[in-house]
């Protein structure tokens, strides 16, 4: 298993905790972004960076995802084209995508877009708590431990 991170929208306490968890597990985590990204300097976290534009760093995470693999992102449509490739989509307050509900978010993700496209303000998602951090951090032990199991 590797972790491809979406790391353009992602938090920086969430990339943190990634960082935490990959020097203590030594897992593979790449961090995709089309603008240069501090990381810390061990062998197992990497960083692409992918030219600008619509979809390009969400692009590049499909095309290298393997099956079982873990991304972390926040969107929906990333998340759906990555359970459909046999991998696992965790957003950043750690809600685990999965086949049962990745439609029901696609479904309202088109709905939001589609009150924003018409002029009404439907506003952004609350700040993360220390709640939605512990949720993260948890959801990410669970899986990495069922990982080491199965290696």
Not at 116 to 124: N, Y
Request: a neutral charge; one cysteine or more; proline letters at 5%.
């Amino acid at each position: 298993m590797k972790i491809w991170v979406d790391a353009d929208a992602c938090p920086v306490v969430i990339k943190d905790i990634l960082f935490r968890s990959a020097k203590r597990t030594g897992v593979q985590l790449t961090l995709v972004a089309n603008r240069p990204l501090q990381i810390p300097p061990l062998r197992f976290i990497k960083f692409i960076q992918v030219d600008s534009g619509f979809d390009v760093a969400d692009n590049e995470i499909v095309r290298q995802l393997s099956f079982g693999d873990l991304v972390i992102t926040g969107d929906i449509p990333l998340a759906a084209a990555v359970i459909e490739k046999g991998g696992y989509a965790l957003n950043s307050r750690g809600e685990l995508y999965t086949e049962d509900n990745i439609k029901a978010r696609l479904t309202m993700r088109d709905f939001m877009e589609s009150l924003r496209a018409s002029g009404i303000e439907t506003g952004g998602p609350p700040a993360l708590s220390q709640n939605d951090r512990k949720s993260f951090a948890d959801q990410l032990d669970k899986i990495l431990t069922r990982h080491t199991k199965n290696a």
